[in-house]
Structure formats: structure tokens, C-alpha cells
């Protein structure tokens, strides 16, 4: 598509519930990267996607976090029995692999805003 | 020390003034940057690549200095609208993944 696409834009759940986060890159876009971001706060990498396989997930906050990547394009993140400290933005971002090239298009989405009640 | 790393702010200024901030980072041998712009409950957009010859686009400009390791983002006339958080991005030594300062925040009232 024309722009990162992540889905549901909102998301309300339950605690303990699971939820999943979709986000459709950029076509083209070999790397995907997944952030959260809690009110007035900065970003907070989670995992990096080059291709289907995940080269940094050191951001995960916990086991209860899962990731992944099919096709070279879409990425679903999990979050397992949540918990209220899981409540964020949740954003995504892709690129080409040319940091700091006229074409290197680093580009969120638009974030799902997850709420853990 | 952070690799990027940014005054929060906020810069509070009147319409039509020029206001200034710098963002510094660790990794002497970094050439490229970018400066964001992020909206109250938005995603971050890119507003200006920074290479080592830097950057105008409008009444912004953004210029790299790699003598003393910092980029910086000038805007002129301030507008209502530049009211933001600006973010500044810098590659990571070593990997792909880019290093976001925390985001300076600049109030421009009337």
C-alpha cells in the first residue's frame, strides 16, 4: 500500500485477555519495526524485522510478548494476558534497509492505541 | 551516555519567532539524520533529512555539526501549527535500527 497500515486503530480488552496488533508495511519495505509509546513518553523500540526473521527483539518487555513476520510483509504483535501496564500506543514502522539514503522511507503507521481495563 | 539525545523543552515562543534547538549524539562516525515531527496523539512524520551538507526547506532548516556532534533544527517565523514534539533520529552503530532522541516540545503561542 501507499503507507503503513496497523490495525484496529483502538483496542479495548480486558485484563488477561490476548490481543493482536496487525501492521502492513510499506510495499517494498524489506524492514518493519514495532514501538510503543505510553502517554508523554518517547519511543520504546520493541522488535526489528528484516524480512521474516526478527535480527533484535531485545525490546520486548516480557515473555508475554510475540512477534511475527510472513511473506516478507505483514507482522503481527501478541500480547498475552495483559495487564494494565501493557496500556500504550502501540506504533510500526518500516523501511528500506538504506539508513540515510534519499530512499531509505522510514514511516509509521498510525499506532493502535491498546487499553487494558 | 545515550546515543541521541535532546533538550525535552518545552520551548514556549511567540508567533513569528525564531527558535532553535540541538540534538547531540555519540557516534562520531554518523553522516545521516532525520528530524521528526510528532503531534499530540499521532505517529511520528518525517520533516527533514540531515546529511552532512544540510538541510532547507522553508522556513526550516536543519544543519549537522560534526566537529561538536550535534544536528540542529531552526525555524523561522513560527507558526501556531509548529506547536509539536520534534524528534531526532540517528542510525545505531552497528545495526539497523535507528536511534530516536526523546523529543524536544515546542509550544508557539499567539
Known amino acids: 500500500g501507499a503507507g503503513v497500515s496497523q490495525s484496529p486503530s483502538n483496542k479495548v480488552t480486558e485484563k488477561g485477555k490476548d490481543v493482536e496488533l496487525r501492521c502492513d508495511p510499506i510495499?517494498?519495505?524489506?524492514?518493519l519495526y514495532w514501538y510503543r509509546q505510553s502517554l508523554g513518553q518517547g519511543l520504546e523500540f520493541l522488535i526489528y524485522?528484516?524480512?521474516?526473521?526478527?535480527?533484535?527483539k531485545s525490546g520486548l518487555p516480557s515473555d508475554r510478548f510475540s512477534a511475527e513476520r510472513t511473506g516478507g510483509s505483514v507482522s503481527t504483535l501478541t500480547i498475552q494476558r495483559t495487564q494494565q501496564e501493557d496500556s500504550a500506543v502501540y506504533l510500526c514502522a518500516s523501511s528500506s534497509n538504506s539508513f540515510g539514503t534519499p530512499n531509505y522511507g522510514y514511516t509509521f503507521g498510525s499506532g493502535t492505541r491498546l487499553t487494558v481495563v | 551516555r545515550k546515543e541521541v539525545e535532546q533538550d525535552p523543552g518545552p520551548f514556549n515562543v511567540p508567533e513569528g519567532a525564531t527558535v532553535a534547538f540541538n540534538c547531540t549524539y555519540s557516534n562520531s562516525a554518523s553522516q545521516s539524520f532525520f528530524w521528526y515531527r510528532q503531534d499530540c496523539r499521532k505517529e511520528p512524520k518525517l520533516l527533514m533529512s540531515v546529511y552532512s551538507s544540510g538541510n532547507e526547506d522553508g522556513r526550516f532548516t536543519a544543519q549537522l555539526n560534526r566537529a561538536s556532534q550535534y544536528i540542529s533544527l531552526l525555524i523561522r517565523d513560527s507558526k501556531l501549527s509548529d506547536s509539536a514534539t520534534y524528534l531526532c533520529?540517528?542510525?545505531?552503530?552497528?545495526?539497523?535500527?535507528?536511534?530516536f532522541g526523546r523529543g524536544t516540545s515546542l509550544i508557539v503561542h499567539p
Open positions: 533520529v540517528g542510525p545505531s552503530g552497528g545495526s539497523y535500527i535507528p536511534t
Open positions: 510495499s517494498g519495505h524489506t524492514a
Open positions: 524485522f528484516q524480512g521474516n526473521s526478527a535480527p533484535d
